[in-house]
């Protein structure tokens, strides 16, 4: 049995007909005929001197040697396809894929977007809104921007300004709710898409943070960030609203921040891509103009007082 590897042809059609575990699905996959994609998994079959599935009247199954050949047949291919996509990538100037989670996407990022496109009609930007971490070596994104810590080991990182929150209400409800105080009495919206950070930066932390000997039981529970403030914009609360997800809003007045105290958190939204990918014209382009986004609205932080979380009282 030789130590070369066989075709490569060969091994794409054991990979796809153990996954499919048919060699018709197999072969529609692959757009060969099943006679054809039969005759390149017997060739690896003499290439290997053993068979690696066994025939059967409507189907086939993997014999031993198929099924430990078959986990490293399906990385390498993973590995080949996202290499490859990732040339692409590198060659093509004209197009760039962000991911970034939902909220940021709705509340900060598609507002600004009409600013970028005007001053880089050649760029075709596209984007990915999920909560997943995206790979950026395997799957197709050149971009990523999340928050968090920040665990980015062997990608190139920009960390931006970290995040405060703030008590947001309809400025009907701000009428009503004078005081921090007053919020004791108030419909409360609750964000969990932050519960992760820790110190929590929640309700009860904010009112120790006021002074205010208060811990909320009630109010709605949102697990993304923007219906939370979606929410608050609809007037069915009070919202403690991150401050990425509130300056629309408050800038054209939906929101008011009424008690100029926030909390701010231990994470903070971070640029992420492949090492030296920054230097590619269209990723230069888009970090530069969302850094600058963000310096235009530094000045907003000026207004409040804000309190470290590590430095607010515990419970």
């Known amino acids: 049995m030789s130590d070369y590897l066989p075709p490569l042809t060969a091994l794409r059609a054991f990979d796809a007909a153990a996954r499919h575990m048919s060699f018709a699905k197999a072969a529609a996959e692959l757009h060969v005929t099943p006679a054809a994609l039969s005759f390149q998994i017997k060739s690896l079959e003499e290439h290997l001197g053993r068979p690696l599935f066994r025939r059967l009247n409507r189907a086939v199954e ?7 050949l078959a986990p490293g047949a399906a990385e390498g291919f993973a590995m080949l ?3 490859w996509r990732t040339v692409r990538r590198q060659e093509d100037g004209s197009s760039l894929t962000v991911t970034a989670g939902p909220a ?15 001053a880089h009609p050649e760029i075709d930007l596209k984007f ?3 909560l997943r971490n995206m790979d950026l070596e395997r799957d197709d994104v050149d971009v990523a921007i999340r928050f968090g810590y920040g665990q980015d ?8 300004r970290k995040e405060w929150l703030t008590p947001v209400m309809t400025p009907e409800l701000a009428d009503q709710f004078a005081t921090p105080e007053s919020l004791m009495n108030a419909p409360l919206i609750h964000d969990e898409s932050i519960s992760f950070l820790k110190p929590p930066c929640d309700w009860p932390a904010w009112f120790r943070a006021a002074e205010v000997e208060f811990v909320p039981t009630h109010g709605a529970h949102f697990s993304n960030a923007d219906h939370a403030i979606d929410a608050a914009v609809a007037g069915v609360g009070v919202a403690l609203g991150r401050r990425a997800m509130i300056l629309k809003d408050l800038s054209e007045g939906r929101l008011v921040a009424p ?3 926030a909390i701010e958190t231990k994470g903070r939204f971070r640029f992420l891509c492949l090492p030296g990918a920054e230097q590619r014209p269209q990723i230069a382009a888009f970090r530069d103009w969302f850094l600058s986004e963000i310096e235009k609205t530094a000045h907003i932080s000026d207004e409040f007082r804000i309190i470290p979380i590590e430095k607010v009282p515990g419970p």
């Not at 993997?62 to 430990?68: K, N, P």
């Open 81 to 83: 396809q996202a290499a």
């Open 128 to 130: 990915s809104a999920t």
């Open 104 to 118: 940021l996407t709705a509340k900060w990022l598609a507002p600004r977007l009409y600013e970028f496109a005007r």
């Open 62 to 68: 993997l014999t031993e040697a198929g099924q430990a």
């Open 153 to 160: 080991d062997g990608l190139y990182s920009v960390p931006v």
């Open 259 to 261: 008690f100029k105290l």
